[in-house]
Nanobody, 127 residues
């Protein structure tokens, strides 16, 4: 079946870095828009970053709170999506989910635009 499996979460101190990975299987990964979402304690799930397919320019978009700190990327040979997170802050603490999303324009943040979810990986940032 079609699956997304995240890895790479963990606990770090503020200012540290983590790289999340998301392996895709069972469908044509390279032609899809992909995104990372997160749900922090007491918060709604939000879109963090979106990457478009190469034929769509491979454009990337970020929510304002992570611009300049997070980088979304994709390896279409390995069918893997990444989220490099630097300069982490306690407010980045959340469950992070990768997702296949409908291509829109800019950051895809509406949950209705998610086609498929991964199971999530926890990121905890301590001060």
């Amino acid at each position: 079946g079609q699956q997304l499996v995240e890895s790479g979460g963990g606990s770090v101190q503020a200012g540290g870095s983590l790289r999340l990975s998301c392996g895709a299987s069972g469908y044509t990964y390279s032609t899809n828009c992909m995104g990372w979402f997160r749900k922090g304690p007491g918060k709604e799930r939000e879109g963090v970053a979106t990457i478009y397919p190469v034929f769509g320019g491979g454009r990337t978009y970020y929510t304002d709170s992570v611009k300049g700190r997070f980088t979304i990327s994709r390896d279409n040979v390995k069918n893997t999506l990444y989220l490099q997170m630097n300069s982490l802050k306690p407010e980045d603490t959340a469950m992070y989910y990768c997702a296949t999303v409908r291509c829109r324009s800019g950051l895809v943040s509406k949950l209705d635009d998610v086609i498929r979810w991964g199971q999530g990986t926890q990121v905890t940032v301590s001060s």
